[in-house]
Structures are given as structure tokens and as C-alpha cells.
């Protein structure tokens, strides 16, 4: 059981007014163990967590489902997300997280002291509040940080980040692969796959996210190279080719060459038509759907194809969901 104390927290719309503290406590093998955790606020005016000893966290946590609104997630969900200590298990959650604290919560961890409170203004500062321009800032600041390290340190500093327990941690480490101008595409590729194959939905969609742009520059290359990653074993990864290359793409830029002329990713889309894995599936048809909104001739000669010579409920499956928009024109 937790007993909750002084519940006003720091956390997006809940004010706070003073330092606040709560007891996570709970019993093992006779003995109740007490994590005490507090945020407290700095000359900034910002909320910084600390605690004394690791928290316990219960089976009932561990395995929640996730609130549908933020307000409703429970006060021992946002103090261990916000310290890194517990992963989101919904979009809502994931959507919550107040990356500035978490931020510090990190720097900590790793006793970065020196230039922490310089990144933290940085940051803080932004005009741009979204979780998708947070995300790709934090990972640059990481590798401007990093820059000044040496080789073993750099390594070592990233690798802390890449395999942290945070799913939110990661999607730093993920974006930073993306924004390093030092790498190659292929060189890319090679980071970005970890995090394409990643257990953790959000982790997933920052890793295409993050791979977007030198996809776009590179549009030839990239197909090229996605061949390999769309006859993966690994449905993550083939769902990681297609949803790089969506024309239209959710929550990130258009290709505008594919939205022109979408046959330059028929050699991925070919060898994903009667996939297996609804996962792989649904992105193929939201691939299609993309393009039949500058396309719907291209797209419904390519499911006339896929029906005649590809007679498998996967495939039927992935046609009915790709004519959607042309279907509800008529």
C-alpha cells in the first residue's frame, strides 16, 4: 500500500506552492521500507525531483493500464516517470511526461553539474512547448554536450541514455542518431535500429521520426537500403521501412517526392503485401491511404494487383484499409 501525503505536485496543471513530498512505502518480508521523494523548486521557479533510497513499485503499477486523461494519472505514476524509474504504458502518459524535469532528473544521475543548469534554461525557454520539438532539443543539447567529451566518455554517456529504463530517455538517444550530422545514412540506419526494434511503442515512432529528415534528402538511398530492414524476421523492424517512407506521415514532414510519384517505395511495399503481423499490415494500408490522397489511380491499380495475384486474407486485409479514403469519396 502507499500512503500518499501532500498531494499537490508539479506536474503540468497541478499548482504547487511550496516544497511537496510523498511516502511510497510498502512491506517486504515484514519490513516497511519508506522511499521519500520530493520536488522541490529552484530560483528559477522550476520543479526538480530528488529522493532518498529507490522506490518500490507495486504489481499494481507495473502492470496498470494507463489513464485515458492526464489529470487522472495516479501521483506514484507521474514521480516515477518523471524520474525516469518506470516506463509509459499509453499515449497519454507518454504525452505527460514534462521532459524538463525528467531532463534534470538525468543530469543528475549521470552528475553533469557544470552545464546543467545552462541546458535546462535552454530548454525551459522554448517557444515551441510541443513534445515533438522538446524531444528532438534535448537530444541536441545531449550531442552538443557530448562534443567536448572524449571518445570513451561520449561512448559510455551515450550509452547510459540508449539503454536507460525511461522510455522517454531513449527517444533522446533515438533522435540523437537522427540529428548527428558526423553519421551517414547507412551509419544511421545502423544506430536508429535498436530503437526500431525497441519493446516500447513510443520509442518506436520517434525512431522513424528521427530518421525523417535524412530520409527525405536521401529518398533513393534510403529505399534502398529498407529492402534489407522489410524482409526483417523482426516485424518491427519491416514496419520501421514502411512507416519511414509514409508520403504523409503522422505528426511528421511530407515527403513530397512520394506524395509525386509513390512507386519509388514499390520495392518495400512489394515485399510487405501479405505480411503477417497486423502491426506490419496497418502501416502498409496507412501507406497507401497516404498516398491515394495525391494518388488514388496509383493506389487502386496497385490493390487491383495485390487482389488478383495475392489471394490471402492479409492481403485483403491491407487492400479494404488502404481504399478507405478513395472508397468514402464515392
Not at 516544497?19 to 530560483?43: A, C, H, P, Q, R
Not at 509509459?88 to 549521470?110: G, I, P, R, Y
Not at 571518445?151 to 540529428?179: N, T
Not at 519509388?264 to 497507401?288: F, G, H, R, T
Request: with cysteine.
Amino acid at each position: 500500500m502507499y500512503k500518499i501525503e501532500n498531494q499537490r505536485l508539479p506536474f503540468r496543471n497541478r499548482v504547487v506552492n511550496e516544497i511537496t513530498s510523498f511516502f511510497l512505502s510498502d512491506t517486504y518480508n515484514g519490513d516497511e521500507k519508506v522511499v521519500i521523494i520530493s520536488f522541490k523548486s529552484d530560483k528559477r521557479g522550476s520543479f526538480f525531483m530528488h529522493n532518498e533510497g529507490k522506490p518500490l513499485i507495486s504489481n499494481e503499477i507495473l502492470n496498470r493500464k494507463g489513464a485515458r486523461k492526464i489529470s487522472d494519472i495516479p501521483l506514484e505514476v507521474i514521480a516515477l516517470l518523471l524520474r525516469g524509474q518506470l516506463q509509459t504504458v499509453n499515449l497519454t502518459e507518454w504525452l505527460a511526461v514534462d521532459h524538463t524535469v525528467l531532463l534534470q532528473n538525468v543530469m543528475d544521475e549521470l552528475g553533469v553539474v557544470r552545464e546543467s543548469e545552462a541546458i535546462i534554461q535552454r530548454v525551459t525557454h522554448m517557444s515551441e512547448k510541443k513534445v515533438m520539438k522538446i524531444i528532438p532539443a534535448i537530444a541536441h543539447e545531449w550531442l552538443v554536450h557530448l562534443e567536448d567529451m572524449t571518445e570513451p566518455d561520449r561512448l559510455q554517456h551515450y550509452a547510459f541514455l540508449a539503454k536507460h529504463h525511461s522510455d522517454s530517455v531513449r527517444c533522446w538517444a533515438a533522435y540523437m542518431i537522427g540529428l548527428n550530422v558526423q553519421l551517414s545514412l547507412n551509419e544511421k540506419l545502423v544506430g536508429i535500429r535498436p530503437f526500431a526494434a525497441d519493446s516500447h511503442f513510443g520509442v518506436r515512432e520517434i525512431a522513424w521520426m528521427a530518421m525523417r529528415e535524412a530520409t527525405i534528402n536521401q529518398l533513393n538511398e534510403s529505399v534502398h537500403y529498407l529492402v534489407d530492414w522489410a524482409r526483417d524476421e523482426d516485424a518491427n523492424i519491416r514496419r520501421f521501412a514502411i512507416e519511414l517512407t509514409r508520403p504523409h506521415g503522422v505528426w511528421a514532414k511530407h515527403i513530397t517526392a512520394l506524395k509525386e510519384d509513390p512507386s519509388i517505395a514499390l520495392p518495400l511495399l512489394e515485399l510487405v503485401k501479405s505480411d503477417s503481423s497486423k502491426y506490419v499490415q496497418d502501416s502498409v494500408s496507412n501507406w497507401l491511404n497516404d498516398a491515394s490522397k495525391t494518388n488514388p489511380s496509383w493506389v487502386m491499380d496497385i490493390c487491383n494487383q495485390w487482389a488478383k495475384g495475392s489471394d490471402t486474407k492479409e492481403t485483403k486485409r491491407i487492400v479494404i484499409r488502404a481504399m478507405r479514403s478513395i472508397v468514402n469519396k464515392k
